[in-house]
Structure formats: C-alpha cells, structure tokens
C-alpha cells in the first residue's frame, strides 16, 4: 500500500453524529453521505452512521443510493437532487425516495411504481431562493392536488435548502424560512400533512435553530468540519480525516536551485529538499502551489514549487529528517495542526472542496 493515505476515526464520527443529534433533541437525523461521504468513503461511513441510528441517509444521485443498496445497507435514502428521466426504474428497484421537483418526474416515478406493484416515498421540494432545483411557493398547491392524483407514490417530507445560512448575516435565509413555513401552512390548510419537515443543513443547525423541524440534513459536520471557522468553533467538532504520506527521497541543493516545474521557486541558500508522494492527482491542489505547508516531526515545513501530478516538494533546510518519515498534510502532529479549512483560506476555496477532491487513487484507512 502507498504511504499516501487518508486516515479516517471512526471513533470521532460516531461521535460527531451524537454530538450534532444532541443539538437537534426531538428531530430525525439524515447525514449527508453523497461525494464519496465528503470524501471520506460512502459505504464505510453509511454504514457506521447506519449503526448508530441514522433515520436517513442523503446522497445526491441515484447511482450513490444504488452503491449503498447493495452493499446491503437497509436505511433510507433520500436522493436530494432531481431524477433524472431514465431513473424512474432505479429508484423504486433499489427504494430510493426522491426530491418532487416537477410533475413529469412524478408520473414517470408513478408509472414505474405501479409497473413493480411498489408504493415509493417522496419529498416535495420548495425553492424558497436557492433557485437551483424544486417547486415555487405559489405552485406547491397546484401540484401536490396533481400529484396526489397520481398511483403508488407518496408524500413523506417537505423541504427546502438555504442560499446564505453558512453567513452570519441571516436576514436572507431567514426570508428564506419564512416562505417556507407559509408554503407547509398553507399546504396543511389544504389537507396535505407531511411527517417530515426540513431544511437544516450543518449551517442552519448553527445559526438557525427554527430551521429544525422535524429533520435535519448535517453534511460537513458529521465529518468534524464546518463550512466557516467561526461555526466550526460554535460546534465543537472533531475531524475525523487526516491526510498523510511520507519521505521518499531526499536532497542537497545548493543555493540558487531551481525546483519543480517552473522554477517557480529557488533555493536561497544551501538546504535539503524532500520530495513526498502525493500530488494534484490525488487531489492536493495545484493551487496550493507556493502556500502550503505539512507538518514532519510536529513542525511546520513549507511545501515549494510547483506542485506535480504524484509528487510535492518540502524544504527541510538543515533538519536531519530520513526517508520513510510520517509527513502531515491535513491532520495534527505533535502541536501543530493543518486544517482543511486552511488549506480552503490558502487557495480560495471551501473546505468542501478540499475534502471532495481527495481522489479514489488515496486509501482510506479506517481506524
């Protein structure tokens, strides 16, 4: 196995998932697994979350669903993004509730139901601003008369999602949140009741506490991070990701040498330069180049040049470090900690997209 992994605490995700519970008492539960469970394995974490009582579990696409289906996994599964039309099959073979974003979505979905003499669970969705996918709050009676109307398909939640909830500024999400509970009244007043209610994400369970409803949708936090620093120090979470290689060779340069490609960086005086393996095709970006540090016996070590395809170079200066020694690039070690927050604040970006990027190509290790 490559030295190059990353090193997931399950401990730390069980965790997460009872500590984002206790601050949602009274609501279901539905972490987010889609993107590879943020990048930390789908079928490893669905699992353990499935073990501790998950109510839902999210996924973006029915492919995702269809991969927990069958690796055995029996919780439900929410798709939250629209079907697509030749998936009509998908989601009542594998039992797949989907989001109810058009009509012509649900007459398929309807038509393969009664085809395999199965009831299949959905979840209305109202864009309240996002403007992104769902039904506008002046439409959401119309079609629930229509879809009511329609064979073996039927309404198990409502929900929304926020544009701005990870800002601190809330006047938006919370024009957002008014809209929606206008729309769930007035769709109660219509006789259509829904058992599920929702729309908080990680973020909106931070700043949002009205937004709980009866389920929330925590995506990042159930991996230890945050969207912003300033909510990841509002819910004292615990990463559970640690991105890792080592040593594989190293170098004296003089001073005035080139390094990478580039020769974007040059040596200013005589120092040893380490090169580890790991690279942009496992996900570390190129556009760490210049910015990004690990850590090498709990010190911070400046990664330089150009950072490659399947290598990255670290100057060591006069330290005596070896070959096959532990190098931190996200994680902690000794003291010091690498965040991928951080890593986001360095190369203009979201934690988001730091963690999803992590390529097939890096284990994962579970611990």
Known sequence: ????????????????????????????????????????????????????????????????????????????????????????????????????????????????????????????????????????????????????????????????????SDEIDTTFAKVQLKSFNQVVENLQSSEFIFRYVHAANTAGIAHLPEAKFTLVRPGLSMYGCAPTHELESKLSLEPILRLKTSVLSLRRLPSGTSVSYGRRYNTARETTIATIPIGYGDGYMRALTGKAECLI?????????????????????????????????????????????????????IPYEILTAISARVPRIYR
């Open 297 to 349: 016996r709990g010190k911070r070590y400046p990664i330089v040049g150009t950072i490659c395809m399947d290598e990255c170079m670290v100057d060591i200066g006069d330290d005596e470090i070896g070959c096959g020694e532990e190098v931190m690039l996200i994680g902690s070690q000794g003291k010091e900690c690498i965040t991928a927050g951080q890593l986001a604040d360095k190369c203009g970006t």
């Open 1 to 164: 196995m490559r030295s190059t992994i990353a090193e997931i605490d399950t401990v730390k995700l069980r965790h997460n998932f009872h500590h984002i519970r206790s601050l949602t008492p009274g609501a279901a539960i539905m972490p987010m697994v889609k993107a590879n469970a943020y990048g930390h394995g789908i079928i490893e974490c669905s699992r353990i979350l499935s073990e501790e009582g998950a109510d839902f579990l999210g996924v973006a696409f029915a492919s995702e669903g269809v991969m927990l289906r069958e690796d055995g996994i029996t919780t439900p599964i929410v798709v939250m993004t629209p079907p697509e039309p030749n998936e009509a099959a998908l989601f009542c073979t594998y039992d797949l509730q989907p989001v109810a974003c058009s009509i012509e979505s649900m007459i398929l979905l309807s038509n393969e139901a009664v085809a395999q003499n199965k009831v299949l669970h959905y979840h209305l969705y109202i864009d309240t601003g996002l403007s992104r996918d769902g039904i506008l709050p002046n439409e959401a009676i119309d079609f629930m008369i229509a879809a009511s109307s329609l064979k073996n398909i039927e309404a198990i939640g409502i929900c929304t999602h926020f544009a701005t």
